[in-house]
């Protein structure tokens, strides 16, 4: 292109932007700035984001089909928010909903129905959406939201909730991205663009044209055919200095959602659980024996126990196990939760999404006369609107009958488990039952698990050299043994699953099992403590006092220093400390456990191994 031309396109945009009215809106702190372009030429609007003056988002595209152009703001409503919530449960107790906000007012010639644009400017980023508040009917056919980039900015890019994350530039992208989209931008910051609140509505991921470069733009699955009135899911645009912010911040994805709806949330218990590999009458009363001595709340009876889920015959109403997952078929229900009730320990049952459908008004009232816990959602359909909200419906009516809920397969959060707590957790996740590698398992903290809980399952004995007993040089790729209980600390999920492959036979003999049996999966206070994308990353979390610390490199070993300064300065702490031991340690899992003495001003030297990690429990003396 000629040096003339460019010129002749640079003044054109500053001749057009200088027609333009500009609203500003800034986050409490002041850091974040949204900036609203008002009457252009063809009556677009149009905005952009900047933190502390750097550009995030440079001037790009608002609005929906039918309201894309000739559009004209009428009025303008300014609102602040301050408040603390308590949640039910959560990575911390409390979560301060702080914002300043703006509702734009729009109106379009020749329409008698006005459109408004909610945007929020919070200190962890911005959020907006369109609202429709009228009874005229609509067709949502697009979205004309972009998010433009500046240039050099790189993503962590994954095609559907399941995959592994490839760090990609924002050009040529081969297919769509999965949502939260994590971004480092040329001058330092980082950001995420998020998706909340999308509870009757279809799934929107992001694309990038073929020949265009930095420019993001909304993907919606399907049409919204005839809908009012209607308000979009929060486009969530996350912003920090640091990778650790952004996850630190994740509870903005929650504030945008209604509150608990929920009045009596005292059956609601998260917990530990395992799960039933041979579907017998004797082996689950074994496993729940197992259970109670390892002080594991939950059992859980996966696929296979009413028959084979791929069967529209397979009836959840009743115990009929599929002969491919067993040889025998006398399970019976009933008389396991009731033996269960006898240990204190609670029964969740898998049940397909295909069974759901048939049968979810029927088996709900029988689950509870049973005394079933939860249900765990299987094959989901993801997406579309239909499904979108059946599934949050059906999420509402266990409520009605006091049963919990883990949704698994492409489901992914967008903090409906804030206005309904018994949605407990979801997979939409590269879990660990997939054996992802160590590069995996340090991106995934500053990706998926932004949007909320990740059931990743922890699979501790699962290797086959620790079930047949190699040397250890015979062993695989895959995590260590305390990269593996590090996972259950840095991986949220209030229905935590432990020894995924694994049966109480294979879980004896090694020492530091009893980290599990003190694991909390619900946390009074969590704090970030470093990490960078891909690499590595450290977590301290509290419950009743108790800190529970897990760090975790990638494929390569790593040696660092670990400060415990987030521990209160007026009091001392004994710490429990688990790390991959080598052959020095005769052991199965060769985990190295010892004990120490610490405090505030503690630094704790850590020598992780390839795919490795550190657990640690500190306690006050």
């Given amino acids: 292109m000629k040096k003339n031309t460019i010129t002749l396109l640079l003044l054109l945009i500053v001749i057009l932007n200088l027609t333009a009215k500009e609203y500003k809106l800034l986050s409490p702190n002041g850091n974040l700035c949204f900036y609203l372009q008002d009457e252009r030429p063809n009556g677009e609007l149009a905005y952009e984001i900047k933190y502390k003056d750097q550009p995030v988002i440079l001037l790009s595209s608002m609005?929906?089909?039918?309201?894309?152009?000739?559009?004209?703001?009428?009025?303008?409503?300014?609102?602040?928010?301050?408040?603390?919530?308590?949640?039910?449960?959560?990575?911390?107790?409390?979560?301060?909903?702080?914002?300043?906000?703006?509702?734009?007012?729009?109106?379009?010639?020749?329409?008698?129905?006005?459109?408004?644009?909610?945007v929020r400017a919070y200190n962890e980023g911005i959020a907006f959406r369109y609202v429709n508040a009228g009874n005229g009917y609509q067709t949502i056919k697009s979205e004309n939201t972009t998010f433009v980039t500046p240039p050099e900015t790189y993503c962590w890019f994954a095609p559907f909730a399941q995959s592994r994350y490839t760090y990609l530039p924002i050009r040529d992208w081969p297919g769509e991205s999965e949502r939260p989209l994590t971004m480092k931008l040329k001058n330092g910051l980082y950001t995420c663009l998020a998706e909340a609140e999308m509870v009757n509505y279809c799934r929107t991921k992001f694309v990038v044209n073929k020949g265009e470069e930095n420019i993001i733009r909304c993907k919606m699955y399907e049409n919204i055919e005839d809908i009012a009135p209607f308000a979009t899911p929060w486009r969530v645009i996350m912003v920090a200095e640091k990778p650790a912010e952004l996850l630190a911040n994740n509870d903005i994805i929650l504030n945008l959602n209604a509150p608990n709806k929920i009045k009596d949330t005292s059956w609601i218990k998260p917990g530990k659980i395992f799960r039933i590999t041979r579907l017998t009458t004797e082996a689950a009363k074994k496993c729940i024996d197992f259970a109670a001595e390892r002080s594991i709340e939950y059992v859980h009876f996966d696929a296979g126990w009413y028959g084979s889920e791929t069967s529209r015959d397979s009836d959840p109403r009743k115990s009929d196990v599929d002969p491919a997952r067993c040889d025998v078929n006398d399970l019976n229900i009933p008389e396991v939760t009731a033996y269960a009730k006898t240990k204190g320990i609670g029964v969740w049952l898998y049940v397909n999404q295909r069974a759901l459908d048939m049968y979810l008004d029927e088996i709900l009232p029988l689950y509870q006369s049973w005394g079933i816990a939860g249900i765990k959602f299987g094959f989901v359909h993801v997406g579309n609107v239909k499904w979108t909200y059946w599934l949050h419906e059906a999420v509402k009516k266990c409520a009605a009958h006091n049963l919990m809920v883990d949704i698994h397969d492409e489901y992914r959060p967008t903090g409906f488990s804030r206005t309904y707590p018994n949605l407990l957790t979801q997979e939409g996740i590269c879990g660990n039952e997939e054996f992802p590698d160590g590069n995996t398992t340090t991106?995934?903290?500053?990706?998926?698990?932004?949007?909320?809980?990740?059931?990743?399952?922890?699979?501790?004995?699962?290797?086959?050299?620790?079930?047949?007993?190699?040397?250890?040089?015979?062993?695989?790729?895959?995590?260590?043994?305390?990269?593996?209980?590090?996972?259950?600390?840095?991986?949220?999920?209030?229905?935590?699953f432990i020894y995924w492959y694994d049966s109480p036979e294979d879980v004896y003999g090694v020492p530091e099992i009893a980290f599990f049996d003190q694991l909390p999966t619900v946390w009074d206070d969590t704090k970030v403590l470093n990490g960078e994308i891909g690499e590595n990353i450290s977590i301290a979390r509290k419950k009743d006092g108790v800190w529970f610390v897990g760090c975790i490199t990638n494929n390569d070993a790593r040696k660092q220093t670990l400060a415990l300064d987030f521990l209160d300065p007026a009091k001392k702490y004994e710490m429990t400390l688990y790390t991959d031991g080598g052959e020095k340690v005769k052991t199965r899992t060769h985990v190295a456990v010892e004990t120490k003495q610490v405090n505030t001003k503690t630094q704790i030297k850590l020598d992780m191994l390839p795919r490795g990690g550190v657990a640690m429990i500190i306690k006050e003396k």
Avoid: M
Wanted: glycine content about 6%; charged content about 30%; some cysteine.
């Fill in 63 to 118: 609005g929906i089909s039918g309201w894309e152009n000739k559009l004209e703001l009428e009025k303008i409503k300014d609102t602040t928010n301050d408040e603390v919530w308590k949640q039910v449960y959560g990575e911390r107790a409390e979560v301060r909903d702080h914002y300043n906000q703006k509702t734009f007012i729009v109106k379009k010639t020749g329409r008698g129905d006005k459109l408004n644009i909610e």
């Fill in 443 to 496: 991106t995934l903290p500053f990706t998926r698990f932004i949007c909320g809980a990740g059931d990743a399952t922890i699979c501790y004995f699962h290797r086959r050299e620790l079930k047949e007993k190699l040397p250890l040089n015979a062993r695989s790729l895959e995590s260590t043994a305390c990269h593996q209980l590090a996972l259950s600390i840095i991986e949220y999920s209030p229905l935590q």
